[in-house]
């Protein structure tokens, strides 16, 4: 059964921790991305991978890290760096290359809460 | 110039009338306009998406207008269903460029009335 799974669907933390997020596709997809999502606002890219071993700041990288060691596998971390990490995030990931789609299918998320 | 602006950000509807999203963008560079179905608490579904080298593309009952010249585009939903009601986004993309990033709508949060 082919997908994307994120992992946990619900996180807390205390303020001051890092968390990670972790996401695994088995889609043999190249790209992989992180959005994130708050209340009436659209999904802003945080970072995406075209390929292992390499990944790119989207557009509000600050306070985050990820890591792409693996094709199936880019988990995120929030660090006690990120202002207002409270918030849902969501994983995709496409065929990507040059040649490939890049239409982007995404995991189910997970919700963090940070107190 | 990396902005997708959509409208409205809610819209009723009565079971079997027409629901329409409205974007525009401004960088002529993009090249694929998908729309996403999100429904609470899930991630967002890939419903139907347009290149600019078509005014219209039909699937089922969802339906992409695309104006060139305008720099808009916009879903139409017709007959639409209490089924329908959720959250949709509009997006845009460089597809060969920049890892196929996509710059998401605000979102519009739609509920069809039995």
């Known amino acids: 059964d082919g997908g994307i799974t994120q992992s946990p669907k619900y996180l807390f933390r205390k303020e001051g921790q890092n968390v990670t997020l972790s996401c695994e596709q088995n889609?043999?997809?190249?790209?992989m991305y992180w959005y994130r999502q708050d209340p009436g606002q659209g999904l802003r890219l945080i970072y995406y991978?075209?390929?292992?071993?390499?990944?790119q700041k989207g557009d509000i990288a600050e306070g985050y890290s990820v890591s792409r060691e693996k094709k199936e596998s880019f988990p995120l971390t929030v660090t006690s760096a990120q202002k207002n990490p409270t918030a849902f995030y969501l994983c995709?990931?496409?065929?990507?290359?040059?040649?490939?789609?890049?239409?982007?299918?995404f995991g189910p998320g997970t919700r963090l809460t940070v107190t | 110039q990396q902005q997708v602006k959509q409208s409205p950000q809610s819209l009723i509807v009565q079971k079997g009338g027409i629901s329409i999203i409205n974007c525009a963008y401004e960088?002529?560079?993009?090249?694929?306009f998908p729309w996403y179905q999100q429904f609470p608490g899930k991630g967002p579904a890939l419903l139907i998406a347009i290149r600019p080298d078509v005014s219209e593309k039909k699937e089922g009952r969802f339906t992409i207008s695309f104006n060139k010249s305008a720099k808009q585009f916009s879903l139409h939903i017709m007959d639409s269903q209490p089924g329908d009601s959720a959250t949709y986004f509009c997006?845009?993309?460089?597809?060969?460029?920049?890892?196929?990033?996509?710059?998401f709508g605000q979102g519009t949060e739609l509920s069809v009335k039995p």
């Open positions: 995709a990931s496409s065929i990507g290359g040059t040649s490939g789609s890049h239409e982007q299918y």
């Open positions: 889609l043999n997809h190249d790209a």
């Open positions: 960088n002529t560079a993009f090249d694929y």
């Open positions: 991978s075209q390929i292992v071993n390499d990944f």
């Open positions: 997006a845009a993309s460089i597809l060969y460029n920049q890892g196929g990033k996509l710059i």
